[in-house]
């Protein structure tokens, strides 16, 4: 159990460490559009080599199939619902007016604290999971890379809309409490679990980022850190997809 707890600590500590830094750190706009498009290739990578291809091998295409659709929906259902409570725009407003609303009043911040939530569960179940079989460094430096710039922008994002600084270092701190517990909970009562439920767990995390990808992290990082999120992209990927290949 103690290796659990560490490996959750070390994996959800990202969080803590991006969400304060943005919370005293008013970071450049065009740098946290940087780290946003790293974590985005980061996740692609980990997805398309790590979490859907382990789901369909454990329970096969329509399991994971399923967990992948029931992931985006759930992400899109909470990010709709986080909206309409940091921001209820008028609805003859014009698209880019909705825009401009959705950030300041801390739109961005709430939507990657519900990707890194959502998919954050599931994943950290599966490093839980991981331990066991004892293949779990790769998928450990994974989720630190991707955990840290989402909460960085987020914490930013927070603090742009008004929030005090001790208000997002406790969103932050809770969320880790969470995952943290999310890992311990993984290796003591899923490590013997149906590879079905495994598959369908994965696949979840999977359709969670894929939505946080299109909705929230890739259109940021367009925004904010052209021309240099597309280089960023790609290193993000390359160093994910070294990991899970060594």
């Known amino acids: 159990m103690r290796e659990a707890l560490v490996f959750g600590l070390i994996a959800s500590g990202a969080l803590v460490l991006g969400g304060t830094l943005g919370a005293f750190w008013h970071a450049p706009r065009h740098l946290t559009g940087i780290a946003l498009a790293f974590a985005s290739g980061t996740l692609i990578s980990a997805l398309c080599f790590e979490l859907f291809p382990e789901a369909v091998h454990l329970g096969g295409t329509t399991r994971a199939g399923i967990g992948l659709v029931a ?31 959705h950030r300041a009043s801390g739109g961005t911040g709430f939507a990657l604290l519900a990707a890194v939530t959502l998919d954050g569960v599931p994943e950290n179940l599966a490093l839980g999971v991981s331990l066991v079989e004892g293949e779990s460094l790769v998928l450990l430096i994974a989720i630190f890379a991707a955990n840290l710039p989402e909460a960085l922008v987020g914490g930013v994002a927070m603090r742009e809309a008004g929030r005090s600084r001790a208000f997002v270092v406790t969103v932050w701190v809770i969320v880790t409490v969470l995952l943290t ?4 909970l993984g290796w003591a009562a899923l490590g013997g679990a149906a590879d079905g439920t495994l598959a369908v767990l994965l696949a979840f995390a999977g359709g969670a980022v894929l939505a946080s990808l299109a909705d929230t992290l890739m259109p940021e990082a367009f925004e904010q850190g052209r021309p240099w999120n597309a280089f960023a992209t790609v290193a993000g990927f390359f160093l994910s997809f070294v990991l899970a290949a060594s």
């Not at 619902?81 to 921001?87: F, I, M, R, S």
């Not at 517990?181 to 311990?184: F, K, L, M, R």
């Open 71 to 101: 992931g985006a929906a759930t992400f899109v259902a909470a990010n709709t619902l986080l909206d309409k409570y940091v921001a209820q725009p008028e609805p003859d407003l014009q698209a880019d007016q909705r825009e401009v609303i």
């Open 181 to 184: 517990a999310a890992v311990v």
